[in-house]
């Protein structure tokens, strides 16, 4: 399997699209790897996660072509990963086709949300509930509850194709049992995990910082679910977590820890 990172910043991106922060400050003077657009990945070129503001960007930037993408499946509706409005250049009038290249994937808060915007148009919708798994092409897909967003079924992905295991988890604090049980019997070979505070924890319990980011990597070490051959790689990361790419690698090098960053591809 190969994922690649097409966005690793927090919701408002790095530089903070109207902040002075340091790290904003650091990244609009060096760019490169500390320039974070919105959180989102594609498996194996087809299968698309979250589809945020800076979609069109990512996919130019890594010269990567959206019709090759069979599925959309959305995490959350989060504004940083949920931009409903660029679902329709999909279709007709922007293009020839009749119907999207794609099946939608989503809780039932973001597939009311489309209906509601699109009564006309002819998505194929499929309802996603946390712990109830889906297969789509050669994938077997388990949407895992987020601790995130109370009001609506968050998820995290475990993505299996048979012989690899990808767990994508961002925008999530400390998983409730569920999640973790859900989990006991996965062997993860990539497992990409949200880091939105970095090194500046805050109170609010629905994101994790660098601290809380590797209890959670060796809880599942503890479990088995996690091994020395696991990829683990970091996503999600705040201008406010008060932590450049540089610092955040320093930080997470004695724990094999990789630092994510835009365009950053994964084969496992
Ligand atoms: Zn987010």
Not at 191 to 215: I, R
Request: proline residues 4%; aromatic residues 12%.
């Amino acid at each position: 399997m190969r994922v690649r990172l097409m966005g690793t910043g927090g919701a408002d991106g790095v530089p903070g699209f109207f902040s002075d922060s340091r790290v904003s400050r650091y990244a609009r003077e060096h760019k490169g790897k500390d320039i974070r657009t919105r959180a989102a990945a594609v498996v194996d070129d087809t299968i698309k996660i979250d589809l945020g503001p800076d979609t069109w960007y990512q996919a130019m930037r890594d010269g990567l072509d959206a019709r090759d993408w069979t599925a959309v499946l959305f995490t959350h509706s989060d504004a940083d990963h949920f931009a409903p409005d660029e679902l329709m250049y999909c279709m007709f009038p922007f293009n020839h086709m009749e119907y999207s290249g794609f099946t939608i994937y989503a809780n039932g808060f973001i597939c009311r949300r489309i209906l509601e915007k699109f009564p006309e148009w002819p998505f194929e919708l499929v309802m996603t509930k946390s712990f109830s798994p889906f297969v789509h092409g050669g994938y077997r897909i388990s949407p895992l509850q987020a601790h995130h967003n109370p009001s609506e079924d968050s998820h995290n992905f475990l993505v299996q194709d048979g012989d690899s295991t990808l767990l994508y988890a961002t925008d999530t604090g400390i998983w409730s049992e569920p999640t973790w049980e859900a989990l006991r019997h996965a062997q993860l070979d990539c497992m990409v995990l949200e880091c939105s505070e970095g090194l500046a924890s805050t109170a609010y319990d629905g994101h994790l910082d660098a601290h809380e980011f590797l209890e959670v990597v060796e809880r599942l070490r503890g479990m088995g679910v996690v091994t020395n051959e696991t990829q683990i790689v970091s996503t999600h990361h705040s201008h406010n977590g008060e932590a450049t790419h540089d610092e955040l690698v320093e930080f997470f090098a004695p724990h094999g820890v990789v630092v994510g960053y835009d365009g950053l591809e994964l084969n496992f």
